[in-house]
């Protein structure tokens, strides 16, 4: 299957709203529960507890290799597990992913995932999310 022919999914389809009562899903996200999909933003290391898991946000969040999993992602971050775990990575740099859409609440070290994306592969891109 070529990128093209995946689905993209934008930060602003992923949830219908987030407020005080928590995240509510998206009808697009659930739908696309379980596919493979692309999504374009910024990676950065989970934590130095978490090799291979990465988190996506729509714009640059600053890196803070000392916080591990107790880091304060935003409200729309997508956790992203890389299918090649030694993958080099340029933290503050767009990059466009593909990877497997999951949804629902797992416990990553000390954070909550909402949203995921398994097998994960990226590419840098020219422009910005």
Not at 4 to 14: H, M, R, S, T, W
Not at 38 to 61: K, N, Q, W
């Amino acid at each position: 299957m070529s990128t093209n022919e995946v689905p993209f999914l934008g930060y602003d389809a992923l949830f219908s709203s987030i407020g005080v009562l928590g995240h509510e899903l998206s009808p697009q996200l659930k739908a696309l529960d379980g596919q493979a999909v692309t999504m374009r933003g910024y990676l950065s290391p989970a934590g130095h507890e978490a090799d291979g898991i990465f988190v996506l946000t729509r714009t640059p969040v600053a890196s803070c290799s000392g916080c591990g999993e107790e880091h304060d992602w935003p409200a729309d971050a997508v956790f992203v597990f890389a299918a090649d775990a030694g993958r080099d990575l340029s933290p503050g740099r767009p990059v466009a992913v593909l990877g497997r859409l999951e949804h629902g609440l797992l416990r990553v070290g000390e954070a909550n995932s909402l949203v995921r994306l398994r097998d994960a592969h990226w590419l840098p891109v020219l422009a910005s999310p």
